[in-house]
Every structure is written in structure tokens, then in C-alpha cells.
């Protein structure tokens, strides 16, 4: 390590950025229905907006995944800063559907600004430990879930708008972005070592790193496409539907916490394969079971995703090092990239199911604005009590396809490992 660099200040700095980018996404999971009420936006709408976070998320993540070793992770950082400031401030003044895009725009690539620069920079200053330290810095995603959704189901019940919701993302914005221009910074792990720009690209390119690739988009889309539409899929099932993803959320924090004698005792590969089986269990509960069961079914699937996405980066991380800054940061960038275009498809998927209850020719936002009380609201209420549960049946087939890949790669890293055993 570098004289001069504090790496326990440069920690708390990095959990404090990621707790901006969770906060934006637990907050805006908990008042996307009061988006839509009140700017008249359907939920196809509703998940263009949501999407561009994670589109805006892969755009800045790759980008800063090419660039993050020639400009340096302080540069990209304070960056992230100015981005999430102004897209925090747009938001809280957006007044229609494209103030909201723009606004939630900007958050996506500070988030992806984020990730792209602090995941290089644990590995960096952890090098010896990566795949637990990664678990700890991700431990704060979803523990700011858990501060934003709690925040929200307060807000709502004391009558504070949404706005002041938002605004409150101003604060730990501005305390990392103050501690970011203190601090002094490390070169990334591959330039220290002298991994040439050749081998780096050489390696995203390996097999291992392309099956790795294309397993995070399923990783990616059970964990956050679950977590950030809950509130919508499951508010007519649960009068709580805000507090499962709190549940839920909850659940990945202790567990991260938790990583380094989990890490050590099971290896990557059969944390994420029980990982996938406890996803497709708990989401099964979630698509079919009512009642206080649910929140069982919200346990387990908080279970099943808590080691996904920061496991996925310390894999590559240590079986793939030479791949560096760019690999991590194009895992996280197929991870959200993934999650977009599957909030785009299922959006316009909800509006059918939800269309196909009602009677023929309804009109959808006038059945969603509809008043309390009145036949429309009631039929409204009864479609999506319908359309939540069937989309997460949807969603089920991912973790089961999950199962089978990851137990693939269990065998093929153990029978990779034996045979280095028998070379040496």
C-alpha cells in the first residue's frame, strides 16, 4: 500500500457513497406508486423511468471500467458526487415523465460511477481479503434499502411528501463527497502489480469470464428487479408490501456482515449455488403464498440474494485477477444492463395482465386514479392482486435456470483446482 493512504478513511468514504446509491433505490421503490397517482403514469411508464437507473448504472460503469486506471478511482468519485447531487435535486423539482427520466438518469450513472471506481479500490486496499471486504461495502446496498424504506414507510405515515423523502439523499451525499476531496488515493491493483492493458483485455475475454458474464445478468435481475418492484407486485397481497423489501433487505445486511466466516468455510462456488436455490424457494413463497407467510417467503429470498452480487465480483476477482478494474466493473454493468431491459419487457408485461382483468377498453389510468371506494378502484385492486404474483412466477425461472449453472460451475472449479493440485 501506497504511504500516505488511509485505507479504513477510504472505506467508510466508499460505504458512504454506496448508501446514496441504495437509499435512491429503496426510496424510489417505496413512492413509485405516488409517482404514477400523481403524474398520471402507467406502470410501463413507471418502469421506463425506473429502468433508465439501470441503464444509466451499466453506461457509467463500463465507462468508468476503461477509463478508472488512466484518470485514477478520486476523479471518478468526485464525479459520482456532482451526479448524484444534481440528480437528487432534479428529482425533488421534476414536475412530469421526462424530468423524472432525466433525474433518475443522473442517479443511475453516479450509482454506476460508484461501483465503478469503489469496487477496485476495496480490492485494492484489501488485497489479501477481497471477496469479504467486497461482501462488507456491498452489506451497505442493501442496509440502505432498509434506512430508505423504513424512511418512507415513516414519511408516509406522519404525511411528509415524497420530495422530502428524496431530499433527505442530500445529506450522506455531501459527507462522502467531502471526505473524497480529503482524502489521498492508491493506483488500481493491476497497475501496482504491472498487468499490462493487453493481458487485462486478454482476459475479459476467457471462457470463465464470459460464463461469469452472462450468470450475472440472472444474479443481477432475481436480487434488484425482486427488490426494487415489490411495493408494486405485492401491495394488493399485503397491506405491508414496503416493509418485505425492508425484510428482506434487512436480511442481506446481517448476512454480508457476516461474509468472512461464511466465505471461509464455503467456497464461492457453493455460496452461490445455495445462494440461487434459497432465490427460487423464497420467490415461490412470495408468488404464492399469503398471510404471515410471506414474510417468511421474504426471509428466504433475502437469503438466497445476499451473497449474489458481491460474491460474482470476488470470483472474478481472484480466479481472473488479471482481468482488473474492467472486469469487475463489466460484471456490474451486465448485472444492471440486464436488470434494464427486463423492467423494460415485464413493465409493458404488468400493464397486459393488469389490462386482461379489467373490462374490455378500460381505460388504465383512469381505473388507477380511480377514488376509493368507487367499482373501478375495487376492480383496479383485484387486477393487480393478479398481475404481482404472476409476474414473479415469471421471474421464478431464472434462479431454477441459476441452479443448474452454478452447480455446473461447482464441479468445473473443483476439478480445475485438483488438477492444479496434481500439476504442482
Known sequence: MEKGIQSNKLFVASCLALLVTSLSFGIRAGILGRLGVEFHLNVKELSIITSTAFWGFPLAVVVGGFIVDVIGMKRLLLAAFVLHLLGILLTVFASGFWSLFI???????????????????????????????????????????????????????????????????????????????????????????????????????????????????????????????????????TENAILILALTAGVQTLGRGLAEPVVHRLSPTRVLLISA??????????????????????????????????????????????????????????????????????????DKIIASQLPAGASLDAYRSAAAGTTEAASFVQAQAVAGPEILKVTLVIPIILIVAFTGLFFYMKGRKKQQLQTV
Open 103 to 237: 433525474s433518475t438518469l443522473f442517479i443511475g450513472m453516479a450509482n454506476g460511477t460508484v461501483e465503478a471506481a469503489c469496487n477496485p479500490l476495496v480490492a485494492t486496499i484489501f488485497p489479501t481479503n477481497k471477496t469479504t471486504k467486497l461482501n462488507h461495502f456491498h452489506l451497505w446496498f442493501p442496509g440502505g434499502i432498509v434506512i430508505g424504506t423504513l424512511l418512507v414507510f415513516l414519511f408516509n405515515r406522519i404525511g411528509l411528501s415524497w420530495q422530502v423523502q428524496v431530499a433527505t439523499m442530500i445529506i450522506p451525499t455531501l459527507l462522502y463527497g467531502y471526505l473524497f476531496m480529503q482524502l489521498s488515493f492508491p493506483v488500481t491493483e493491476r497497475v501496482a502489480s504491472g498487468i499490462s492493458t493487453k493481458e487485462m483485455y486478454g482476459a475479459v475475454v476467457t471462457p470463465l469470464f464470459i460464463v461469469m458474464f452472462i450468470l450475472m445478468f440472472g444474479t443481477a435481475i432475481t436480487e434488484l428487479f425482486t427488490g426494487q418492484w415489490i411495493e408494486v407486485l405485492l401491495k394488493n397481497v
Open 277 to 350: 436455490i434459497l432465490s427460487a424457494l423464497g420467490l415461490y413463497m412470495l408468488a404464492t403464498v399469503s398471510g404471515n407467510m410471506i414474510f417468511v417467503g421474504a426471509f428466504i429470498f433475502g437469503m438466497g440474494v445476499t451473497y449474489f452480487w458481491p460474491t460474482m465480483l470476488g470470483f472474478v476477482s481472484e480466479n481472473i485477477p488479471e482481468s482488473g478494474a474492467l472486469g469487475m466493473n463489466l460484471m456490474g454493468g451486465a448485472g444492471m444492463f440486464a436488470v434494464s431491459l427486463y423492467m423494460l419487457f415485464m413493465g409493458g408485461f404488468y
